[in-house]
């Protein structure tokens, strides 16, 4: 097989993808946020709550992974972690964040940048009972990102993490933590099949957001 044929066949922005008139967009970028989520529910866009998060570690590295956006308010926008994973150090170490969503039923493109921060312990305790009990007993056995020397470590974790939810369903993790990234910047990508993609960018100035094209 040769990759690089495939890859220049396959195609991209052929389905009929929606408008965006960046003019009537509204004055702060979590209103159009919101107004898109609502666009790519209702279009059927498969898991349109799961997002790139980049970080950087303390060298410096970037580092990228998906998770589950949980709530934009006035905070920021939310995910939830270990904050003992490898997420969780390196925001605890340079506390800057990167988020990307792609709809591509829609053809559309979010990005914000920001600074990252642990919201307070009762957020992360509701957020933690209000998850399913599956996904509890899995946040209260992980040792997320270490290294797993053997498999059997993870079941007898399990086990003993269903116990515990079973023993008492309030049982707290106390690593499962809900963060904020406060965005400077957040675009909106529209793509077009003529290529003639729109670009609205928000950028933070002081206690209100300019906004501006850019170029595709
Ligand atoms: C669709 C999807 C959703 C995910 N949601 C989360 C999430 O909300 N929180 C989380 O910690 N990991 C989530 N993960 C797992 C992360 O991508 C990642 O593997 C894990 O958090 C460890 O990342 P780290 O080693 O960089 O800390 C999700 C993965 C996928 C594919």
């Known amino acids: 097989m040769n990759i690089r044929n495939l890859l220049r066949d396959l195609p991209v922005f052929a389905q009929p993808l929606p408008q965006f008139a960046p003019g009537d967009a509204p004055g702060h970028p979590n209103d159009l ?8 529910v209702a279009a059927g866009v498969a898991e349109p709550h799961a997002m790139s998060l980049s970080t950087v570690d303390a060298d410096g590295m970037p580092d990228t992974r998906t998770l589950l956006l949980k709530n934009v308010d006035d ?3 939310q995910f939830a972690t270990d ?6 150090r390196q925001v605890a170490t340079r506390p800057l964040a990167a988020l990307g969503f ?3 039923e829609q ?5 914000a940048r920001g600074s990252v921060a642990a919201l307070d312990p009762q957020t992360s305790a509701s957020d933690f009972l209000a998850r399913p009990v599956g996904s509890r007993v899995a946040s209260l056995a992980s040792r997320q990102s270490e290294v797993l020397t053997d498999p059997a470590d993870l079941e007898h974790a399990l086990t003993a993490a269903e116990d515990a939810v079973r023993d008492n369903p309030d049982v707290l993790c106390e690593s499962h933590t809900v963060y904020a990234v406060t965005p400077v910047t957040v675009e909106f990508w529209q793509g077009d099949a003529r ?13 209100s957001w300019a906004k501006e094209l850019l170029w595709p």
């Not at 053809?107 to 990005?111: A, E, L, S």
């Open 83 to 88: 904050a003992d994973s490898a997420k969780g």
């Open 107 to 111: 053809g559309r493109q979010v990005r």
């Open 75 to 77: 905070r920021g926008w």
């Open 33 to 40: 946020f919101v107004s898109w989520l609502g666009d790519a």
């Open 102 to 104: 792609y709809w591509r």
């Open 195 to 207: 290529r003639r993609h729109v670009r609205l960018r928000y950028r933070r100035v002081g206690d």
